[in-house]
């Protein structure tokens, strides 16, 4: 999957791409239903680097057949290396892109989570 990438991508990723066991929940979650399947880390003292979090992945998606669960992982780090593209070239479209998808998210479990009559909270 990573060989299948273009070379250039990797640029400046001195901490290459890391696989993590671990399920990572979000620390805005909601009843712990939302997951980081990876993250672009751009650190003074670590340098540029991608985690996948292996384990996040087979939670959610542990029953795809092996081919789906790789183009979800493959989904992934595209977002991620598109983290790591736009940091290098100063910009942040995708960080205010996971911002409203975030803000969405909390609409919809906010909207979800009644009160014990129904109400919304």
Known sequence: ?????????????????????????????????LYIMGEYHNSHAMGRYIIIYYGSFMHVYGRFSEDKLKAQISKTLRHEFRHHLESLAGEDDLEVEDAIQMMRYKQRNHINRGDADGNSK
């Open 1 to 33: 999957m990573i060989e299948e990438l273009p070379e250039d991508l990797f640029r400046e990723l001195n901490g290459g791409i890391l696989l993590q066991e671990i399920k990572k929940t979000h620390p805005e979650s909601i009843g712990e239903n």
